[in-house]
Antibody
């Protein structure tokens, strides 16, 4: 079955860009079955959906983050990525990639194990 | 950005029943299915209920979900120590260009 693994720097300086990659195994990212999703848990807060991308290139972003976020696919590496620019301490938290199971759903399964990103100088 | 509203905490003794409520709006719960996630600190969240009331694979039948108009609930009967976790509801919001909203989260404590 599909498995996901996040990777990227654990420390990012304020005002810089947070960049994470999610490597997909056990399935093809261009299968057109799943919506490749990023979710985070800011420090001390609840879960927050960041956005998703579909194999066709369709993208949805959280309205509160859309001005700072870019999600992209790399079919050749079977990966998808997250870039969040102009980060502040409020962006510190655990970032998860997940498999979205449908167009109009909040069904995410499976998830990656998550990666902690700290924004600090 | 709108979020779904949940009580911050709920608790019960082993064997008791605990119910968590989730309140939304016409554009999210009122229009789409509700999903419930169990999140144990240090682990990835896990779906326990999908499509309002369907238990995910491997989830015991002590967990049940329901939805009514713009609200939903998750009930845990026969509470067990391993049920202690944070629980989040989630739904798709069809307004704007479409996005997903999570609930504020409920910490379930087994006393």
């Amino acid at each position: 079955q599909v498995q996901l693994q996040e990777s990227g720097p654990g420390l990012v300086k304020p005002s810089q860009t947070l960049s994470l990659t999610c490597t997909v195994s056990g399935g093809s990212i261009d299968s057109g079955i799943y919506y490749w999703t990023w979710i985070r848990q800011p420090a001390g807060k609840g879960l927050e959906w960041i956005g998703r991308i579909y194999a066709s290139g369709g993208i949805n972003y959280n309205p509160s983050l859309k001005n700072r976020v870019i999600i992209s696919l790399d079919m050749s590496k079977n990966e998808f990525s997250l870039k969040l620019n102009s980060v502040t301490a409020a962006d510190t938290g655990v970032y998860y990639c997940a498999t979205g199971r449908g167009a109009l759903t909040a069904w995410f399964d499976p998830w990656g194990q998550g990666t902690l990103v700290t924004v600090s100088s | 950005q709108s979020v779904l509203t949940q009580p911050p905490s709920a608790s019960g003794t082993p064997g008791q029943r605990v119910t968590i409520y989730c309140s939304g709006s016409s554009s999210d719960i009122g229009s789409n299915h509700v999903y419930w996630y169990q999140h144990i600190p240090g682990m990835a969240p896990k779906v326990v209920i999908h499509r309002n009331n369907q238990r995910a694979s491997g989830v015991p039948d002590r967990f049940s979900g329901s939805k009514s108009v713009t609200s939903a609930s998750l009930a845990i009967s026969g509470l067990r120590p391993e049920d202690e976790a944070d629980y989040y509801c989630a739904a798709w919001d069809g307004s704007l260009s479409g996005f997903c909203v999570f609930g504020t989260g409920t910490k379930v404590t087994v006393l």
